[in-house]
């Protein structure tokens, strides 16, 4: 009877694929309907609304002129009233209804708003497009949070004045302690100041799920009200991803519709509890539940770094989607930071550089190990593929180096690897000793190691050192868990032969060089 494998534990569901795998990507086929009409209707609509806004933005901008004439936006700042905050909240915000109306907004607001006493924060999700900024107008030109360097853009750099907002520059080291003590602040001053108006994803997505929430939002521990928008059009001419449209495209299409319809909803305030005041992670996944139930979308544990590691996979000549790893998720449970994901990334792309779609088969996988199939690498490569579709993703390679390869890369493990390949115990691994050793590990009578010796004899002196053991080792974690799974094999295989020769159970340690025990599930975690 042929020996057992130790199996692996089974996976956790945390661990499982989101119920959207790609929230940056916006895919609208035109049809060739579609297109004639909005040719047709931008032949006359683009033209006039246009005009339109143009004359808007002439009125508007010496209003914001006179309204933020003397008025400073660093160091005591002062929230604006009297004829200030009047002509904010009141000309302002109809002058910017007018200019949404001229773009072919039709505009549907649903609940009530709140004042700043009761719900300082307005939280708005989902954040899909630029022309999101119609939520601002709406709710009378509350605070936002934007870059100092917006303030200085023509004419518009006026506008955003008028909105007193919390600055963020990227030149001061302590921007994000001191843009959440300002928010604090404001969300603390029992109504003098009017709300702050986030959005708490800090990036366009397309509207399928609603994602990481930033806690910046909910540090201060003070009532939020939720503000969900919707765009129930039957063509898409808004969403403006990662992937999709450019923002002259999507303007040109919006322009070349009758008319463009968002809703706008406030939901009641969210009262935090003293638990939720405690974590704002916990007062910010709460809030996010009751905007996901109110939309009908489920939540995913993407975040702005996944974004990041998308352009990394594009310039690694990966598919973008690649990059995806709800890094949320997998740096909390995982313990990684993103310069370490994106290192793993480098590591995945050196792997599937000559694979189609950026997931690796199991061939590929053995080329890339300079091994040929046999039944070690087919189960190592099971653990990898955490779905069972015969391929590997970079969000599982992560997963599986993570959990399965670098806990067995110890210091421990690598001497012991050595010291069993170096069975003449001259402090070097010969060609003749490598070989001996991987085909009994591996299982294969006819194998070539030529490419693998060389790769790790780094200065071709025609044998291995400990040192350059141990960097190939630690830059290919891979290897390591074929080790253990082959001591798992020999020690399995000798309790067995200990059993059939009805003999008292040895101890592990006879059947392992040195005086190192390894448990049979210690660098297999529960994953």
Same mark, same amino acid.
């Given at each position: 009877?042929?020996?057992?494998?130790?199996? #692996?534990?089974?996976?956790?569901?945390?661990?499982?694929?989101?119920?959207?795998?790609?929230?940056?990507?916006?895919?609208?086929?035109?049809? @060739?309907?579609?297109?004639?009409?909005? %040719?047709?209707?931008?032949?006359?609509?683009?033209?006039?609304?246009?005009?339109?806004?143009?004359?808007?933005?002439?009125?508007?901008?010496?209003?914001?002129?006179?309204?933020?004439?003397?008025?400073?936006?660093?160091?005591?700042?002062?929230?604006?009233?009297? *004829?200030?905050?009047?002509?904010?909240?009141?000309?302002?915000? #109809?002058?910017?209804?007018?200019?949404?109306?001229?773009?072919?907004?039709?505009?549907?607001?649903?609940?009530?708003?709140?004042?700043?006493?009761?719900?300082?924060?307005?939280?708005?999700?989902?954040?899909?497009?630029?022309?999101?900024?119609?939520?601002?107008?709406?709710?009378?030109?509350? +605070?936002?949070?934007?870059?100092?360097?917006?303030?200085?853009?023509?004419?518009?750099?006026?506008?955003?004045?008028?909105?007193?907002?919390?600055?963020?520059?990227?030149? $001061?080291?302590?921007?994000?302690?001191?843009?959440?003590?300002?928010?604090?602040? /404001?969300?603390?001053?029992?109504?003098?100041?009017?709300? %702050?108006?986030?959005?708490?994803?800090?990036?366009?997505?397309?509207?399928?799920?609603?994602?990481?929430?930033?806690?910046?939002?909910?540090?201060?521990?003070?009532?939020?009200?939720?503000?969900?928008?919707?765009?129930?059009?039957?063509?898409?001419?808004?969403?403006?991803? *990662?992937?999709?449209?450019?923002?002259?495209?999507?303007?040109?299409?919006?322009?070349?519709?009758?008319?463009?319809?968002?809703?706008?909803?406030?939901?009641?305030?969210?009262?935090?509890?003293?638990?939720?005041?405690?974590?704002?992670?916990?007062?910010?996944?709460?809030? /996010?539940?009751?905007?996901?139930?109110?939309?009908?979308?489920?939540?995913? &544990?993407?975040?702005?770094?996944?974004?990041?590691?998308?352009?990394?996979?594009?310039?690694?000549?990966?598919?973008?989607?690649?990059?995806?790893?709800?890094?949320?998720?997998?740096?909390?449970?995982?313990?990684? @930071? *993103?310069?370490?994901?994106? @290192?793993?990334?480098?590591?995945?792309?050196?792997?599937?550089?000559?694979?189609?779609?950026?997931?690796?088969?199991?061939?590929?996988?053995?080329?890339?190990? @300079?091994?040929?199939?046999?039944?070690?690498?087919?189960?190592?490569?099971?653990?990898?593929?955490?779905?069972?579709?015969?391929?590997? $993703?970079?969000?599982?390679?992560?997963?599986?180096?993570?959990?399965?390869?670098?806990?067995?890369?110890?210091?421990? %493990?690598?001497?012991?690897?050595?010291?069993?390949?170096?069975? &003449?115990? $001259?402090?070097?691994?010969?060609?003749?000793?490598?070989?001996?050793?991987?085909?009994?590990?591996?299982?294969?009578? $006819?194998?070539?190691? +030529?490419?693998?010796?060389?790769?790790?004899?780094?200065?071709?002196?025609?044998?291995?050192?400990?040192?350059?053991?141990?960097?190939?080792?630690?830059?290919?974690?891979?290897?390591?868990?074929?080790?253990?799974?082959?001591?798992?094999?020999?020690?399995?295989?000798?309790?067995?032969?200990?059993?059939?020769?009805?003999?008292?159970?040895? +101890?592990?340690?006879?059947?392992?060089?040195?005086?190192?025990?390894?448990? +049979?599930?210690?660098?297999?975690?529960?994953?």
């Amino acid at each position: 009877m042929p020996p057992q494998r130790v199996c #692996a534990l089974p996976r956790q569901q945390s661990l499982f694929l989101p119920a959207v795998l790609n929230p940056f990507v916006q895919e609208v086929k035109l049809a @060739k309907a579609d297109v004639i009409k909005c %040719v047709l209707l931008g032949i006359f609509l683009v033209p006039i609304r246009a005009i339109l806004m143009c004359l808007v933005l002439m009125v508007t901008w010496p209003v914001a002129v006179i309204t933020t004439f003397m008025h400073p936006l660093k160091g005591a700042v002062e929230p604006m009233t009297g *004829w200030r905050r009047f002509m904010c909240r009141r000309v302002m915000a #109809a002058l910017g209804r007018t200019y949404y109306f001229c773009m072919g907004f039709r505009v549907v607001v649903k609940g009530k708003q709140v004042n700043s006493a009761e719900a300082p924060i307005l939280a708005v999700a989902p954040h899909s497009t630029f022309f999101d900024g119609i939520v601002c107008i709406v709710a009378g030109l509350p +605070s936002t949070v934007s870059r100092a360097e917006n303030l200085a853009t023509p004419i518009f750099g006026r506008f955003v004045r008028c909105l007193q907002p919390v600055l963020v520059s990227r030149q $001061d080291p302590d921007s994000r302690k001191n843009t959440i003590l300002e928010i604090e602040s /404001r969300a603390k001053s029992g109504g003098c100041w009017p709300q %702050v108006l986030i959005f708490p994803e800090g990036t366009c997505t397309n509207r399928s799920c609603l994602i990481t929430f930033k806690q910046g939002a909910f540090i201060p521990g003070v009532p939020v009200q939720p503000v969900v928008m919707r765009y129930p059009n039957l063509l898409d001419t808004v969403t403006w991803t *990662w992937q999709g449209f450019s923002l002259k495209t999507l303007l040109l299409l919006t322009l070349s519709q009758l008319y463009t319809t968002v809703e706008i909803e406030f939901l009641p305030p969210h009262i935090p509890t003293d638990e939720q005041k405690k974590s704002p992670a916990e007062f910010a996944s709460a809030v /996010r539940d009751l905007m996901a139930k109110a939309l009908g979308v489920p939540v995913t &544990d993407h975040t702005y770094e996944d974004c990041r590691l998308m352009i990394t996979a594009g310039e690694l000549t990966l598919p973008m989607e690649a990059g995806l790893v709800e890094f949320t998720k997998i740096s909390r449970k995982l313990n990684l @930071k *993103w310069d370490n994901v994106k @290192k793993e990334l480098e590591g995945f792309a050196a792997m599937a550089c000559s694979c189609q779609g950026g997931r690796i088969n199991i061939q590929e996988f053995a080329t890339f190990l @300079k091994l040929p199939l046999n039944p070690a690498l087919q189960e190592l490569f099971a653990l990898f593929d955490r779905d069972g579709d015969g391929t590997i $993703d970079f969000r599982e390679y992560v997963i599986g180096v993570t959990i399965l390869c670098r806990p067995a890369n110890t210091g421990e %493990v690598l001497q012991m690897a050595f010291k069993l390949f170096d069975t &003449d115990e $001259d402090h070097r691994i010969t060609r003749e000793e490598f070989s001996s050793l991987l085909r009994s590990a591996l299982g294969v009578c $006819d194998l070539n190691v +030529s490419k693998l010796f060389k790769e790790i004899d780094a200065d071709c002196s025609g044998y291995i050192t400990y040192a350059e053991f141990q960097t190939f080792a630690l830059n290919h974690p891979e290897y390591a868990k074929l080790f253990t799974n082959y001591l798992e094999l020999q020690r399995h295989q000798a309790f067995q032969a200990v059993d059939t020769d009805n003999l008292d159970q040895p +101890s592990a340690n006879h059947l392992i060089p040195g005086d190192i025990q390894e448990d +049979s599930t210690s660098d297999k975690k529960d994953d």
